[in-house]
């Protein structure tokens, strides 16, 4: 397991992920069941030379900042990106629960997001998450 650290935002604590790469760094959002150190899929993106900034959500980890929706969650990632000196990333990941973070980031700082890659997080209808927060941008492969 790889050493995480918390970043102190205006909303609380966050437990962060942050593994160097060749490659500019992907954001990484595991879902309920992981903390930013755990690998819920992160790996795939190191192996290619990515960096991986993960993080732990809400309640999870070291992270505390109190119950946060996944879109009241953005502003702390936001200030993490600043903090770790990250303005461009090679897109946005999210699982399970984490794709909603990962949605909701996608929207809200689209110039960290130029991509999007949700694994193992669909609903009962795919789009159900996407129309729900006004996600109609296009995001490239």
Same mark, same amino acid.
């Given at each position: 397991?790889r050493?995480? $650290?918390?970043?102190?935002t205006r =909303?609380? +604590?966050? *437990?962060?992920l ?7 760094p @992907? %954001? ?11 690998d ?14 993960s ?6 980890? $070291?992270?505390?900042?109190?119950? =946060?929706? +996944?879109? *009241? ?9 600043e @903090? %770790? ?13 984490g794709g909603?973070?990962?949605?909701h980031?996608?929207v ?16 009962s209808s ?6 729900a ?8 492969a």
């Open positions: 397991m050493t995480t $650290r918390v970043v102190r =909303l609380g +604590a966050v *437990e962060v942050d593994s160097p790469g060749d490659k500019r @992907v %954001l990484f959002f595991p879902g309920g069941h992981c903390s930013a150190a755990v819920c899929g992160w790996s795939l993106y190191t192996a290619i030379g990515h960096g991986v900034v993080f732990s959500r809400p309640g999870y980890g $070291r992270t505390d900042v109190g119950r =946060l929706t +996944a879109a *009241e969650f953005v502003p702390a990632v936001a200030q993490c990106c @903090v %770790l000196g990250i303005d461009q990333t090679a897109g946005v990941v999210g699982v399970s629960f909603m973070q990962a949605l980031v996608a809200a700082l689209p110039t960290l997001a130029p991509r999007l890659a949700l694994h193992s997080c669909a609903r795919p789009t159900t998450q996407a129309r927060i006004g996600f109609t941008r296009t995001i490239s």
